[in-house]
C-alpha cells in the first residue's frame, strides 16, 4: 500500500515538473598560470662584465676597452698597453701572454676560454681577486681632489690593480702588500709627496716588502706595464716599492742594479 502510494506521489510530481534533475558535471575551471616575477637574484653572465662574442686584431669599442683593463699586466718587458679600445698588435701579444699565463692555446684571440678565465679572477666591482680599492685609497672615501676628476683616479686605480694582479701571480701568487695608493693634493702634501706624484691620478701603488722582498718586486714590475718604477737606493724609497703607470719611463732601485 506504501508502495503504491510513493509511485503514485513520485508520479505527480513529475507531471508537475517538481523533480529536480542531477546537475550535469561542469567541468573545472583551470586557474590561471602565476605571473613570472623578475628575481632579485638573477644576475648576469658575470657581475661585472660580460662580454658578447669573440675578439681579434681589428676589433674595436668597449668590449675591447674592457679587455684590455684585464690584460694590462701582460705587455711584454718594458711595455705598456693603451686602454683605448683597439685590438692593435700590443693588444694581441699581451691576450697571447694572459693566455699562456694561465695554460690557455696562446693564439692572441679572446674568446670563451679567455673571458672565463678573466670571470674567474674578478669580483662584482671589476676588482681583481686579490685586490681590493680600499687597499688603492686610504686618502678618503670617494677618489675626489686629486689631480684628475674621481672616476678617472678609481678608473686609473683598476688597471694599476690588474696590473698587480698579473705580477702576483708571475711571482707565483703569493700576496702583495699595498701600503696605499690614490692620494688627494691634500693627502700628498701631507706625506711630503712629489708635487706631481702619480699617485694623485690614481696610477701608483706603494708596496711593502712581503715575502718577496722590495727588489724582487721592483724587478718583476718591468714586465707588468709600470712606467714608473721606484725602490731601494732611489731617495725616500729605501722602505717601500713605488709601482706607478702614465706616460714616460722613470725606473730607479740602483741597490736592486736598476
Known amino acids: 500500500m506504501r508502495s503504491r ?16 534533475a542531477t546537475p550535469a558535471a561542469v567541468p573545472a575551471v583551470a586557474a590561471p598560470a602565476p605571473v613570472a616575477k623578475p628575481s632579485s637574484d638573477v644576475k648576469p653572465a658575470n657581475a661585472c ?14 668590449a675591447v ?21 683597439q685590438y692593435g698588435p700590443a693588444t694581441k701579444a699581451a691576450v697571447q701572454r694572459f693566455q699562456s699565463a694561465y695554460g690557455l692555446g696562446a693564439d692572441g684571440i679572446a674568446g670563451p676560454q679567455t673571458f672565463n678565465k678573466i670571470y674567474e679572477l674578478q669580483k662584482a ?37 690588474w696590473k698587480l694582479q698579473a705580477m702576483r701571480h708571475a711571482m707565483g701568487d703569493k700576496p702583495i702588500t699595498v701600503n696605499g695608493g690614490f692620494r688627494s693634493v691634500t693627502c700628498n702634501s701631507n706625506v711630503g709627496g ?29 714586465d707588468h706595464g709600470f712606467t714608473e718604477i721606484l725602490g731601494p737606493g732611489f731617495p725616500g724609497h729605501d722602505d717601500h716599492t713605488h709601482l706607478a703607470g702614465g706616460s714616460g719611463r722613470h725606473w730607479s732601485a740602483p741597490s736592486c742594479g736598476m
Open 49 to 62: 662584465y660580460t662580454w658578447s662574442g669573440t675578439l681579434n686584431e681589428g676589433s674595436s669599442g668597449e
Open 5 to 20: 502510494s510513493a509511485r503514485f506521489l513520485l508520479s505527480a510530481l513529475a507531471g508537475a515538473g517538481l523533480l529536480l
Open 194 to 222: 712629489a708635487p706631481n706624484s702619480r699617485h694623485m691620478y690614481g696610477h701608483a701603488a706603494d708596496l711593502g716588502a712581503g715575502s718577496q722582498g722590495f727588489c724582487a718586486l721592483a724587478l718583476a714590475a718591468r
Open 125 to 161: 666591482d671589476c676588482s681583481p681577486a686579490n685586490f681590493d680599492f680600499s687597499e688603492l685609497n686610504n686618502c678618503n672615501s670617494d677618489w675626489s681632489g686629486g689631480k684628475v676628476d674621481a672616476a678617472t683616479a678609481k678608473a686609473n686605480a683598476l688597471v694599476t690593480m
Open 65 to 85: 676597452r674592457q679587455l684590455q683593463i684585464r690584460v694590462a699586466g701582460y705587455p711584454g718587458h718594458g711595455g705598456d698597453i693603451a686602454i683605448d679600445g
